[in-house]
């Protein structure tokens, strides 16, 4: 049973423009959610998150938002640049399981020049 | 500033042998957990620690222990490897004191299980 699912493996975006990565979750006790970039060779690291008393969050050129009701998150990349590309992971967690990070599947961005 | 450590990064193991991979942490954080990343499948949770002397089971644990006898550290023993075992390891650490922060990863070992 995947709790989070990127329905995209791979996307591939012109430099300066929008990147849009999506993410769905199925279990409704998931409160925080956050996004990992992964370069190859590296282990993941923290990009940026999102608690579920909002809908939007954003750092630079970074911004998650959140539709509760859908059960649906996504990153906006802008503008991309070809040092963005990597594998982003969209991860979840409930209060009730602490720190436990439940993730998706991944999805390769190619950012290109 | 150190982090996460894990060693080896690479391994190669026959079937039926056991090894230990080590994951250190300097960060003083409580919780620290193992995850595995598959292609396609994103990384599973193995097991993790909430605190020294306290471990529990994740999504995929079969064939795999861990003890907790340090804050720093979290080992991870594969007791007898075999081939679906082989994958790319992650141990990552967070502050448990807040509930809503994000965890910190080693930067892996990759593991081939001949």
């Known amino acids: 049973d995947q709790q989070v699912k990127q329905n995209s493996p791979s996307l591939s975006v012109q430099e300066g423009r929008i990147s849009i990565l999506n993410c769905d979750y199925t279990?409704?006790?998931?409160?925080?959610f956050l996004w990992y970039k992964k370069y190859p060779a590296e282990g993941p690291t923290f990009l940026i998150s999102?608690?579920?008393?909002?809908d939007k969050n954003e750092d630079g050129r970074f911004t998650v938002f959140l539709n509760k009701s859908a059960k649906h998150l996504s990153l906006h990349i802008v503008p991309s640049q070809p040092g963005d590309s990597a594998v982003y992971f969209c991860?979840?967690?409930?209060?009730?399981?602490?720190?436990?990070?439940?993730f998706g599947e991944g999805t390769q961005l190619t950012v290109n020049p | 500033n150190a982090g996460v450590t894990q060693t080896p990064k690479f391994q190669v193991l026959k079937t039926g042998q056991s090894m230990t991979l080590q994951c250190a942490q300097d960060?003083?954080?409580?919780?620290m957990s193992w995850y595995r990343q598959d292609p396609g499948m994103g990384l599973r949770l193995i097991h993790y620690s909430v605190g020294a002397g306290i471990t529990d089971q994740g999504e995929v644990p079969n064939g795999y222990n861990v003890s907790r006898s340090t804050t720093e550290d979290f080992p991870l023993r594969l007791l007898s490897a075999a081939p679906s075992q082989t994958s790319v390891y992650f141990c990552?650490?967070?502050?448990?004191?807040?509930?809503?922060?994000?965890?910190?990863f080693g930067q892996g070992t990759r593991l081939t299980v001949v």
């Open positions: 999102i608690s579920s008393i909002k």
């Open positions: 991860a979840a967690s409930a209060e009730t399981s602490g720190s436990r990070l439940t």
């Open positions: 279990n409704s006790m998931f409160d925080y």
């Open positions: 960060m003083n954080h409580e919780y």
């Open positions: 990552a650490s967070s502050d448990r004191q807040g509930v809503y922060t994000e965890a910190f």
